[in-house]
């Protein structure tokens, strides 16, 4: 599965189904997009497949936004990196229906924002690429492996309460990745 282009009605309207019911009925989508199962299916993959693309599609422009601020504020290299990963992972915390889904749906959730195999973490991982070649240059380790690692770094403090069942703790997480970088 690749990313689509950002104007996709079906993932728009998996977007919002999941954001009103927290949850997404293929039936009913594949109705509302005038496309059998089938075809819904094999254009989008399964459920998780289709949740994490339209996550994704939701997100992006939000982090690009992100990217944009903090450029305007005239943040640098590693620090512009943890702030990027810390205000991503603030804004991702702050959405009521990801922290439903953490609470009932835990498994499906991590397998579909940390699965190596989502468009999630693969997008993820893209932007971090991008971003620590633009900030910190060639750095001795390759720019996509340091950028997994970033990524690991945010997923393991996100997520930590699904994980070890501490609280979640995104200001370790920028504290340790800005070390890492830097």
Known sequence: MTPRDAQDPVLSTAAVMFLQDNRVDMQALSKLAGLSRATLYRRYGDRGQLLGAAFW?????????????????GLRGAEAVAEQVGRSLHFVAEIPQVRNAMKHNAEQTLRVMTSKHGIVQRGLVAFTTEMIIEEIGDPDIP???????????????????????????????ILLIRKLLS
């Open 143 to 173: 720019p996509a492996t340091l950028a997994y690692g970033v990524v690991r770094i945010g997923e393991s403090f996100f997520y930590r309460e699904l994980i070890t069942g501490e609280p979640q703790d995104i200001d370790s997480a």
């Open 57 to 73: 599609q939701f997100a992006e422009p939000v982090i690009t936004e992100l990217r944009a601020g903090i450029r305007e504020e």
